[in-house]
């Protein structure tokens, strides 16, 4: 996410605004429980329970549905409607599909400025499994702190029964893993897509047997817990249109499903859609990973809104400055969750808890990670108890846990992320050295070769495995494959800031033309730099991962930070699909070959001292004599299979020459057959299985300039 400019804004005192709300004697009352947290259908009525230590008034709003008016409010009583710090009534003879939020006063900013309460603010409830409003997407009403409206989002009390079927997790292993990352909006939106519903999870559901086909074992969707996409307030320069919060990295509520993923308008279909959509992916044999956001939320700095967290009780979910009370901001979004205090913690292992037992996800990507390791002052913790809780939780015990082992405060953890021999990690060092072998980029070698046998100068000290590694050469934050050869630089004008967003350093190359050319020569060149990267991707240890439309060769024009661009900068045009369906058959046949070879899916590493550790040989252009100097582009890499699999060699020139390789012998009683070469036209560039040609007696073979070639063993 881009990082917003901090200000520090005195939060202005709220007026008491008249009400004229019915008297509470239509529902008879009782004192209610304190646990579950959260709006709790139970026999005879609904429980009320949520959290604050610090406000010393709080009222319980309800709303019939769609209305935006309460029609009835319950002011809790600090002694008997409550227990310890949290308040709690049950409601008698109330359904479910009411809306509900809560209004709470507490101690005055301008007494203590860590406190910002708005006692006129409608919050919603951190429990909440589903909000009202934002039906359609784009329709919700974003607003900031000092205007005299409220924010109509409420919560809503659903009904959570469910036809589960024998719906089971699928337990795939993390080494046997392919993960595709996709935006639930983005997949479907463009009228190309040909689905029923599109930008939806049923649009979604629909492209089943697609992914399918391609093979993939996993959908890492985007965030799709609810968000605010209308807190942005550029404008595109060139059409004026007011742009998105697209990517959805700015959640307002941690359980409910985005309302406006759902096709139907009907309260609570986004949990019944969602929860169909796990169910239809995991008869298809694909888990369903979430990327969660709990590094920061759409509340902001100190000029943001008051949603929920910040009028709740703003020192205990946020970190602050326990003087000025401005916002720490490890995030480059305004405001940091304050995740290690004991509240924020168990409001996230519930979450997280809610997710896999109800909602039957398989696992989680943590955007922003390195921030769950940082103490209530902000301090990386050497033990973080977040961290640990969540790994050592019996709930989530087979459960896939990622960390993008960084955050925007200067924290970098690949390789060093607390572990307890749980977490895997999104592989940023992977992505930019493989960019810079393929570019040609000098003193490369050596690295390509740790990379390929699963980065273990990152992982094997730390006790873990190569499935720790999370490869990828893309994702949603950064460059397509496309663009990655098409582009120098980042062009994201669009965007509205000047192209100050974005990375810098993407160690990207366009192949001698910027952004689009007529140039056959130049597009020749850009296609195989693709295969190269995806070739190795495929053929290195650890768990591959890509990025949806990147077999369809899809562009985002240059631009390298499309988090506000709902358009087609962003969707995905499935005429690629037929245009560049060459590039989906290389994609297709790389992901079946990897699951066809365990071989390339180790569980421990190449070290020799294992029992089932595979047995590589490192080669140049010289069998036996790998070049490890700066100036070497080349490198060859034999895996023996031994009598579990048939031997693979990869050889990559990232040279502008070409270069004759000599080959090591293949296993007793066998020979070579050629599986790749991205130099060569389609169809010849990448052979279904048991369409190989034969290289009987081949000792050399010839790689072309800015190539690769895979071999295996019959």
């Known amino acids: 996410m881009p990082k917003k400019k901090q200000q520090n804004i005195p939060f ?5 605004k ?11 009352t009782s004192r209610g429980k304190a646990l579950p947290l959260g709006a709790s259908l139970q026999r005879g009525g609904i429980n009320f329970s949520v959290f604050s230590r610090h406000a010393n008034d709080v009222i319980l709003t309800l709303f019939k549905p769609n209305s935006d008016e309460p029609f009835m409010e319950f002011r809790l009583d600090p002694d008997t409607n409550r227990t310890g710090d949290v308040w709690h009534i049950f409601v008698h003879e109330l359904e479910h599909n009411i809306e509900y939020g809560y209004r709470m006063d507490g101690p005055l900013f301008r007494e203590n400025p860590v406190f910002r309460y708005d006692r006129n603010a409608v919050l919603i409830d951190p429990y909440s499994k589903a909000l009202s409003g934002d039906i359609a997407y784009g329709s919700s009403l974003h607003l900031s702190a000092g205007t005299d409206k409220l924010f109509h989002r409420h919560s809503i009390v659903m ?7 024998d719906d089971h997790p699928l337990n795939i292993h993390l080494a046997d893993s392919v993960i595709y990352e996709l935006h639930v909006r983005g997949y479907t939106r463009h009228e190309s897509s040909g689905v029923k519903y599109p930008g939806t ?27 605010e996409e209308n807190d942005n307030p550029n404008r595109n320069p060139y059409t004026g249109e007011q742009l998105k919060n697209y990517w959805g990295y700015h ?3 941690f359980f409910s499903p985005k309302a406006s993923y759902a096709s139907s308008t009907a309260a609570g279909m986004q949990i019944r859609e969602f929860k169909s959509m796990v169910k239809a992916f995991h008869k298809a044999g694909i888990e369903v990973i979430l990327d969660v956001v709990f590094n920061h939320t759409a509340e902001g700095n100190e000029n943001g809104p008051t949603l929920s967290f910040r009028g709740i009780d703003n020192p205990v979910y946020y970190m602050v400055d326990p003087v000025t009370g401005e916002y720490l901001n490890f995030s480059g979004c305004g405001n940091t969750l304050n995740c290690n205090h ?25 955007d922003l990670a390195s ?23 019996p709930v989530l015990a087979r459960v896939k846990l990622i960390a993008e082992a960084w955050d925007a405060g200067g924290l970098y953890q690949v390789g060093t992320f607390p572990n307890w021999g749980r977490w895997a990690e999104w592989n940023g060092k992977f992505r930019d050295d493989i960019r810079r072998v393929v570019k040609s980029d000098p003193g490369m070698i050596s690295t390509l070769a740790t990379r390929l046998v699963g980065s273990p100068d990152l992982y094997f000290v730390s006790g873990r495995a190569p499935h720790h590694s999370i490869n990828f050469i893309t994702c949603h934050d950064g460059f397509t494959l496309y663009d990655l050869v098409s582009y120098n630089q980042k062009h994201n004008e669009a965007n509205g800031e000047q192209n100050r967003d974005g990375a810098d350093a993407n160690f990207s190359w366009n192949c001698g033309a910027e952004g689009p050319t007529d140039d056959p020569v130049v597009s020749r060149l850009r296609e195989r730099q693709m ?23 899809r562009t985002q024009l240059g631009n390298n930070n499309a988090y506000c661009q709902d358009n087609g900068i962003s969707w995905l045009n499935w005429d690629l699909l037929n245009t560049n369906a060459h590039l989906y058959r290389f994609f297709r046949e790389l992901i079946r070959f990897r699951k066809d070879h365990p071989l390339l899916r180790s569980k421990v590493f190449y070290t020799g001292h294992h029992e089932k550790a595979p047995v590589v040989t490192w080669h140049g252009v010289k069998r036996y004599q790998p070049d490890w100097s700066e100036e070497s582009r080349c490198l060859g890499m034999h895996l023996i299979g031994g009598k579990q699999d048939n031997d693979i060699y990869i050889a990559v020139n990232a040279h502008w020459e070409d270069r004759y390789f000599e080959l090591p012998d293949p296993s007793e009683k066998s020979f070579w057959r050629l599986f790749i070469d991205t130099f060569q036209n389609p169809p010849h560039d990448i052979y279904e299985k048991g369409k190989e040609p034969g290289l009987q007696g081949l000792r050399k073979i010839y790689v072309k300039q800015r190539s690769v070639i895979v071999l295996v063993s019959d």
């Open 251 to 253: 959640s307002i509520s």
């Open 371 to 393: 921030i769950l390791g940082r103490g209530t002052d902000g301090n990386v913790l050497s033990n973080p108890p977040l961290l640990e809780r969540i790994a050592a939780d």
């Open 12 to 16: 202005p005192e709220q007026p008491v």
């Open 18 to 28: 008249k009400r004229k709300i019915p008297k509470a004697n239509f529902y008879k």
């Open 159 to 165: 009904e959570s029964a469910f036809d589960w079927e």
């Open 531 to 553: 295969k190269n990267m995806i070739t190795i991707l495929f053929m290195a240890q650890g768990v591959p991962m890509i990025l949806a439309g990147d077999e369809m060769g």
């Open 201 to 227: 999870f049923r649009g979604l559901t629909e492209k089943i047997p697609y992914l399918k086909e391609l093979g993939v074992t996993a959908v890492e969707l985007i965030p799709v817990m609810e968000f």
């Open 342 to 366: 004991p509240v924020v913690r168990d409001l996230i292992i519930d979450c997280l808890r809610y997710w896999v037992t109800e909602m039957h996800v398989d696992g989680f990507r943590f």
